[in-house]
């Protein structure tokens, strides 16, 4: 069994591989709703695997969240 934060991870992750690009990054306040999780709650998973570099990310005025082809190559193991 894996626990709820694994699960909403692998779901953002998902989220972001189909949605989401280099050049079309995604906001937290624009996925939580579609991964049924709190935003901020949200905020700190993505956080957490943009440190781990899982997925990428850009703050600023263009910034967000994105999947970069290096990021695609992880496994559902690696989440």
Same mark, same amino acid.
């Given at each position: ?19 989401? #690009?280099?050049?079309? *990054? $995604? !906001? ?6 579609? &991964?049924?999780? %709190?935003? #901020?709650?949200?905020? *700190? $998973? !993505? ?6 570099? &899982?997925?990428? %990310? ?22």
């Amino acid at each position: 069994m894996i626990s709820k934060t694994a699960k909403y991870a692998i779901k953002a992750v998902i989220y972001l591989g189909l949605h989401s #690009s280099e050049p079309k *990054k $995604i !906001l937290t306040r624009d996925m939580y709703e579609q &991964i049924h999780v %709190s935003e #901020s709650y949200l905020a *700190k $998973i !993505l956080q957490v695997l943009s440190r781990h570099n &899982i997925i990428s %990310s850009i703050k600023g005025r263009n910034g967000g969240f994105y999947l970069s082809e290096e990021n695609k190559n992880h496994t559902l193991m690696d989440i």
